[in-house]
């Protein structure tokens, strides 16, 4: 295996989207209520892990329920698909083997509203967004919950370039 310590190359490019769903039922009729906080981080850095032999992309594979035949140029590809590229400007970490280190120096916190459903039910959005982020900053998790909303969904994003620095598999620096 390789390893790889995974950090953005710009501060304040690191963006957490934690999703809560919540359905409202109402004269047969039900409309599906989505808050969704995002945190944007000034910093963080993240343990990548990438298979380096055949035999660990054939675990790979197999962990994942696909097989090296999906990739035209089989274990080639799949070994690219593993690797951020350091060009790119957009990084879903769910596309890598990753492992947060750390996140530090929030910067901002900020939810949103979505409905999902074709529905007639009326729905003050500006109401519920209070609601919701006074019950998020007095009770966090369990507030929400006592307010019928799940968490639904978390992912992490870096919206700029990234650094890839060699490291050992419990994320110490190769120099």
């Known amino acids: 295996m390789k390893y790889y310590v995974l950090e953005p190359t710009h501060k304040k490019s690191v963006f957490e989207y934690q999703q809560f769903r919540k359905t409202i039922s109402q004269n047969g009729e039900k409309l599906v209520v989505v808050a969704t906080l995002e945190t944007c981080w000034r910093w963080g850095s993240w343990l990548i892990t990438v298979p380096e032999t055949d035999e660990e992309l054939d675990e790979y594979c197999k962990l994942n329920d696909v097989s090296i035949e999906d990739w035209p140029n089989g274990y080639d590809d799949l070994r690219e698909q593993l690797t951020p590229n350091l060009l790119d400007e957009y990084h879903d970490l769910d596309d890598y083997d990753a492992e947060m280190i750390e996140t530090w120096d ?26 919701i982020t006074e019950t998020w900053y007095e009770n966090y998790i369990e507030g929400l919950e006592e307010l019928g909303f799940e968490e639904s969904g978390f992912s992490t994003e870096i919206g700029t370039t990234i650094t890839l620095k060699n ?7 190769i120099h």
């Open 106 to 131: 929030g910067v901002s916190e900020d939810w949103s509203i979505n409905t999902l459903g074709n529905s007639d039910i009326e729905l003050d959005t500006e109401l519920v967004l209070d609601e």
């Open 167 to 173: 490291c050992t598999s419990d994320g110490t620096l």
